[in-house]
């Protein structure tokens, strides 16, 4: 039974023999179903559709890697994949899979774990985890609703979780009740860098970010929900912070931009910057 795909959020699905009748993670308020309706694909039609992955190196920062696909599928994001002494790393997925990209990735040592900022980057990461001898899948229990693939790869942890030495998952919460960053401590030459998909968003002026409960939707998330989130990235230093697309990166003062990012923040949404 094939694993039916989300067109719009690209979460691949439990198998099945007939396409699902919603996707639960389109359905929530942070998402949305298209005018059209709700379509699906498999990772066989997104081949017959031309898909396929670019890894990339990520400027001035050796041992990170971008993969994202081509054409642009779903939410267009990309994954990251962070080489260490004791095994990569890959920070959250995308949808589309196949040799080329489990070659390339075995090329650059493999993945011994994966893990993901929240619900709208599932994509395959089953998929992926099964291609790498099973790697373990890292999800925050508070998200475990949103899981449509249930594998045995997934380990649940709550707080923080350092996955591999100097790697460290951090639960913030905010976008999603689980939304989760990640530390790596020996990013950015040695002065910590923190990954955000978009539980924090670089924004278009990258000497700031954002936060928002939808995107797409332009839900904001409350003073008080912001405030949680820095308070959990307190204990980690980081001067650079890589978001969840292509040259989305805050490259310095990664830590302090968060912090007058959320300041600007609640000046407009307690009308206080007029």
Not at 5 to 32: F, L, N
Not at 96 to 107: K, M
Not at 183 to 188: D, I
Not at 265 to 274: G, H, L, N, S, V
Request: aromatic share 10%; glycine share 8%.
């Amino acid at each position: 039974m094939p694993n039916y795909i989300c067109v719009t959020c690209g979460a691949q699905q439990a198998a099945s023999k007939e396409p699902p009748a919603a996707c639960i993670i389109c359905e929530d308020d942070r998402q949305y179903v298209p005018p059209f309706g709700q379509q699906w694909t498999t990772l066989e039609g997104m081949k017959a559709a031309g898909h396929e992955n670019r890894v990339r190196p990520v400027r001035d920062e050796p041992g990170l890697w971008s993969i994202d696909t081509r054409p642009r599928f779903a939410i267009g994001q990309r994954a990251l994949l962070v080489q260490t002494p004791t095994g990569n790393l890959l920070w959250d997925c995308v949808s589309y899979l196949d040799e080329a990209t489990v070659e390339r990735i075995r090329e650059l040592g493999g993945i011994a774990g994966i893990s993901v900022s929240h619900p709208h980057f599932y994509a395959s990461m089953i998929e992926f985890s099964r291609a790498f001898d099973g790697a373990p899948v890292y999800v925050p229990e508070a998200d475990r609703q949103w899981v449509v693939r249930q594998d045995e790869a997934i380990e649940y942890y709550e707080g923080s979780h350092e996955v591999l030495p100097g790697m460290t998952l951090v639960q913030t919460g905010g976008h999603f009740e689980g939304s989760a960053a990640l530390h790596w401590a020996a990013g950015a030459g040695g002065r910590g860098a923190l990954f955000t998909g978009d539980t924090i968003s670089v924004v278009a002026d990258r000497r700031w970010v954002t936060f928002m409960r939808s995107y797409p939707n332009y839900i904001p998330l409350s003073r008080e929900a912001i405030e949680e989130i820095i308070r959990r990235l307190e204990p980690y230093e980081f001067d650079r912070v890589h978001g969840g697309w292509w040259e989305q990166t805050v490259e310095r003062d990664g830590k302090a931009a968060i912090k007058r990012s959320a300041e600007r923040y609640y000046r407009w949404i307690e009308r206080r910057a007029d």
